[in-house]
T-cell receptor, first 112, second 115 residues
């Protein structure tokens, strides 16, 4: 079956530090990959997505590259801000399925 | 910007009682999803609608959960009777279609506490 594995949190960084949140996946087909972010008290918001191998998704300074050879979709940001503090979810939709399969989420805490 | 609406935002109930959640998707979105998010975990699909038809309810506990989308627009998720283990966040999402490249837009969720 499909699955998504994320690094456990919380990840605690100082403002302007470099961020990496690891995500690997298992899928039977050719999935599309997503990063969603959940701010405290809010629903999930799409951060970025990539629909085929070697695609790079980017938004608000965050980037992730779809690596088929390593089945990975790691999230990166060069300089985090306090306002980036949230829970980040990696997810996929596999061909033949319609719903998202999520990882367990990684909490990011950015300190001033 | 159009949003997915959900109500109520919070619900506290006692076990064995009935609860219902409502979702209004983004206008024009044919596909509607209900997910359940247990604290500390990622959301998991309960049921998916395409217009008014259920296309996936394989993970819905049908002995106690029911969902409907009668006119293919808004949707209701019901639990009868509620159990302690049902305490979770219930998220509704919608998308234009059901392809693997479609973006799903999420509502703010309903947080349920069963006492």
């Amino acid at each position: 079956g499909n699955s998504v594995t994320q690094m456990e949190g919380p990840v605690t960084l100082s403002e302007e530090a470099f961020l990496t949140i690891n995500c690997t996946y298992t899928a039977t087909g050719y999935p599309s990959l997503f990063w969603y972010v959940q701010y405290p008290g809010e629903g999930l918001q799409l951060l970025l997505k990539a629909t085929k191998a070697d695609d790079k998704g980017s938004n608000k300074g965050f980037e992730a590259t779809y690596r088929k050879e390593t089945t990975s979709f790691h999230l990166e940001k060069g300089s985090v801000q306090v306002s980036d503090s949230a829970v980040y979810f990696c997810a996929l939709i596999d061909t033949g399925r319609r719903a998202l399969t999520f990882g367990s989420g990684t909490r990011l805490q950015v300190q001033p | 910007e159009a949003e997915v609406a959900q109500s109520p935002r919070y619900k506290i109930t006692e076990k064995s009682q009935a609860v219902a959640f409502w979702c209004d998707p983004i206008s024009g979105h044919a596909t509607l999803y209900w997910y359940r998010q247990i604290l500390g975990q990622g959301p998991e699909l309960l049921v998916q609608f395409q217009d008014e038809s259920v296309v996936d309810d394989s993970q819905l506990p049908k002995d106690r959960f029911s969902a409907e989308r009668l006119k293919g627009v808004d949707s209701t998720l019901k639990i009868q009777p509620a159990e302690l283990g049902d305490s979770a966040m219930y998220l509704c999402a919608s998308s234009l279609g059901d392809g693997s490249q479609e973006t799903q837009y999420f509502g703010p969720g309903t947080r349920l506490l069963v006492l």
